[in-house]
């Protein structure tokens, strides 16, 4: 605790120290002893806080000579080992903190991946070197001695030092003896480096050819190209599946790392990691290809980032987080949102920062171009790249040669249901079972959606006359049965919200009679294919993929391996198989219900269901044979559907950005929410009320503050739920409202009260 009785002071630090303190959301300020004079923005320090002094560790995000503040300032502590970041991400994190309204100090050591602050497969590497000694300083050396010495000197001097293992086998030594002992008489030098074990390449790096662009593809190329070069400016390619977006990023990429500079691309989550990845490993031989995603193992995550850091790479690949990943912004060139209207940018965890919109401040900071790019774009960035002319729009209204877009047929459920008659009915339905078995037969593959897990939705009594469906106690939601053949009925019910368990009940608690599993889920539907089609064995021909059944990114890679190479007919999965997979072999796609997110009260439900659909029919008719894709829906007319059926995007956000005008909804304004949880109601109602009125009092009513309501699930793991949603038209007056609720106390940063600014998810 010597820092605590100070020396000579030689200055004063802002520290934004790791927990959730609103009161200083910039940090507070200490005084640097001497020793300490050298400490940089970024690094990670130890500081005395509160009345107890407690040792604390925080982040350095200012240094000035004078102190900010009057009276008296402690002092730092010490420095950590913790790798320091560079000054520009911390200057990134002030951004995401004070727009996100998220306290700095979380917002920045969330920036550090958990491997790396806990140096997850670090090494201490001893290297060896020829000593600087005269020659009559030198020993007479023994034979194996000698041998090392000649193997060193003969080394160009940019492959010195060596390793001392490596000098071993060099030398051909069983034992390091005779190096150590050179060490000891001073003919030799030995220094410690630490690095990282996991050496690590992507696997089957195939070189790759550069097709020809067509015009289409040319005209972006060289309208972003010709901005490359101009600093900052927003670039949306709106391409229709299969259009050529991944060879425009791949040119301009080219362009970027041919001047040396580096290129940023951002892809929504790792099932799209393995392609992408292998396509620009494959392009750029020559260059160094960092990957950042949570599929990697945790030393191989702290290998990518350091080199990241060291800036020893050229491109950077990942996930959300990649944007925050300690790159040399000097040399940033470049940065790529691919597939920007997918909501796994938006973190849901605090900073809950959304990772399109933290990469074009990026660009702007930098400053350097952003590209993004979808087949169907969100709103937002729609509605900036039209009618709002902040963003350049490009189009790719044709597929790349040789691809065809799909015949879409939109097959009514309810029509084929009464048809086929309720009995024998499955979620299957007869026009995609048809369907499937021609394409079996022909040769081809199939990918077949159903945005649920597990086996059925919910259980419930068949007595018609009892009411009773199996609920969660901790949460207001049924409870999903998922299937395991050893145990008792069949399987277990699972609560997808808190994750508890159950066995299946014998019979109704109610009533006593017996209970039916009702809502197929791909488990179920897993079995009818089966048997249905003995072609399709399960875990061999047939695959389910989702998160029950790929529970890392290997498994997930293993399956997509061998749906590529035709060994695996039909993949069976939730909404990870609907983004960006690319194989040629895919005759057919199946939505099996296109309606599971469109009557949830969330304003962006019908903009998702284009989406799904869109996204999900785009992943055929990429070979040289035609698909087809069929899409089962209660709605065959609705909006969302038709237009994605008949890939008519400008026509669906057209329609749809009218109605968001017409309710005052995103993205023509901005939207802020708040969700109080507590597990006493009361309680829960009364902090939602006393927040709505604090914010009401403070938003001079440009804000508009609705709530508090319940949330959609009102009730999960016994934390009641409510929410309060705020509106304006841009972010000043949003920003404005809560900052003063924030200093008037009502929003105590506690675990109960989550905000969340842009939300993606109203659940
Ligand atoms: P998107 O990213 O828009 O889905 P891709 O860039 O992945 O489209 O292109 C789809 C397929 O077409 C890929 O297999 C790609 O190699 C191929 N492709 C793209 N552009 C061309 C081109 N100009 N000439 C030939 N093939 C192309
Ligand atoms: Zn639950
Ligand atoms: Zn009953």
Not at 344 to 354: G, L
Not at 355 to 370: H, N, S
Not at 393 to 412: F, N, Q, T
Not at 606 to 622: H, I, K, N, P, Y
Request: proline content about 6%; hydrophobic content about 40%; glycine content about 8%.
């Amino acid at each position: 605790m010597e820092g605590l009785f100070p020396q000579k002071t030689t200055g004063f630090v802002r520290v934004a120290v790791d927990r959730g303190l609103d009161r200083y959301p910039d940090g507070l300020t200490y005084a640097l002893d001497e020793e300490l004079a050298d400490v940089t923005i970024g690094e990670e320090v130890m500081v005395p806080l509160g009345r107890g002094n407690t040792p604390t560790p925080g982040y350095v995000v200012l240094k000035t000579p004078q102190s900010e503040t009057d009276g008296p300032v402690k002092h730092v502590l010490s420095r950590t080992k913790t790798p320091a970041l560079p000054e520009g991400l911390i200057e990134l994190a002030r951004w995401i903190s004070s727009y996100y309204l998220a306290p700095l100090g979380p917002t920045i050591s969330s920036m550090l991946p958990a491997p790396v602050r806990r140096r997850t497969g670090s090494v201490t590497q001893r290297m060896i070197d020829l000593a600087n000694v005269s020659p009559e300083q030198t020993k007479s050396p023994t034979k194996k001695q000698k041998t090392v010495l000649e193997v060193l000197q003969a080394l160009p001097s940019e492959a010195r030092p060596v390793e001392r293992r490596k000098l071993m086998q060099l030398a051909d030594l069983q034992t390091p003896g005779p190096i150590d002992r050179l060490v000891k008489n001073g003919m030799l030098e030995e220094t410690r480096q630490t690095a990282i074990e996991a050496a690590w390449r992507m696997a089957g790096v195939q070189k790759m050819d550069r097709p020809t662009p067509t015009e289409a593809q040319q005209r972006v190329i060289d309208g972003i190209a010709a901005e490359l070069a101009n600093g900052f400016s927003t670039h949306l390619i709106r391409g229709v599946t299969g259009a050529g977006k991944t060879e425009v990023y791949l040119q301009l990429i080219e362009q970027v790392v041919t001047l040396n500079r580096i290129a940023l691309v951002l892809v929504p989550e790792i099932s799209l990691t393995p392609q992408t990845g292998a396509r620009l490993t494959g392009r750029f031989p020559d260059h160094r290809v960092a990957l950042l995603h949570s599929g990697l193992t945790a030393a191989q995550r702290h290998q990518q980032w350091s080199q990241v850091a060291n800036d020893e790479v050229d491109i950077i690949l990942g996930a959300r987080s990649a944007v925050l990943s300690p790159l040399n912004r000097n040399r940033l060139g470049l940065i790529v949102v691919d597939e920007e209207h997918d909501h796994s940018y938006k973190q849901d965890s605090m900073p809950r920062y959304h990772g399109r919109d933290v990469a074009i401040r990026l660009g702007q900071m930098t400053p350097c171009p952003v590209v993004l790019g979808s087949a169907t774009p969100s709103l937002e960035s729609w509605a900036n790249a039209t009618e709002k002319g902040v963003f350049h729009l490009h189009d790719l209204p044709e597929r790349a040669p040789g691809l065809i877009l799909p015949k879409v047929r939109i097959v009514d459920m309810a029509k084929d249901r009464h048809r086929e008659g309720a009995a024998t009915w499955s979620a299957l339905g007869p026009t995609l079972e048809q369907a499937l078995g021609e394409t079996l037969d022909a040769g081809g593959q199939a990918l077949l959606l159903l945005n649920r897990r597990g086996f059925a939705s919910y259980l419930t009594c068949r007595n018609k006359a009892c009411d009773w469906m199996l609920t969660c106690d901790d949460c207001d939601v049924s409870m999903v049965m998922h299937r395991q053949h050893d145990l008792p009925r069949g399987g277990f019910v699972r609560c997808h919200h808190c994750l508890s368990e159950q066995r299946v009940p014998r019979s109704c608690p109610a009533c006593g009679q017996g209970i039916t599993a009702m809502g197929q889920r791909t488990q179920r539907i897993e079995e009818i294919l089966s048997r249905r089609f003995p072609s399709l064995v399960a875990n061999e021909t047939l695959r389910r993929i989702d998160s029950d059944t790929m529970r890392t990114a290997d498994d997930l890679h293993q399956v997509l391996e061998a749906f590529g190479e035709g060994e695996v007919r039909v993949l069976l999965g939730t909404q990870m198989i609907a983004k960006g997979l690319d194989y040629p072999g895919v005759r057919l796609v199946g939505v099996l219900d296109a309606d599971t997110s469109i009557h949830l009260p969330d304003f962006r439900a019908s903009e998702r269901t284009f989406q799904l659909v869109a996204q999900v029919c785009g992943r055929c008719g990429r070979g040289e044979a035609p698909g087809r894709a069929i899409i089962q829906t209660y709605n065959p007319e609705m909006p969302a559907i038709e237009c994605a059926a008949s890939g008519q995007y400008r026509q669906f956000a057209a329609a749809e950005l009218d109605d968001r005008r017409a309710c005052g909804l995103p993205p023509i304004s901005r939207m802020a929410r708040l969700v109080i949880q507590d597990q006493n109601l009361h309680r829960c109602e009364a902090q939602a009320q006393a927040i709505k009125e604090q914010l009401a009092a403070s938003s001079d009513g440009e804000v508009d503050v609705r709530g508090p309501s319940d949330c959609v699930i009102g009730r999960i793991a016994q934390r009641y739920r409510k929410q309060i949603e705020l509106l304006a038209a841009s972010p000043g007056p949003l920003h404005a409202a809560l900052l003063k609720a924030r200093a008037s106390g009502v929003l105590d940063g506690s675990q109960r009260v989550t905000l969340d600014i842009d939300p993606m998810s109203l659940m």
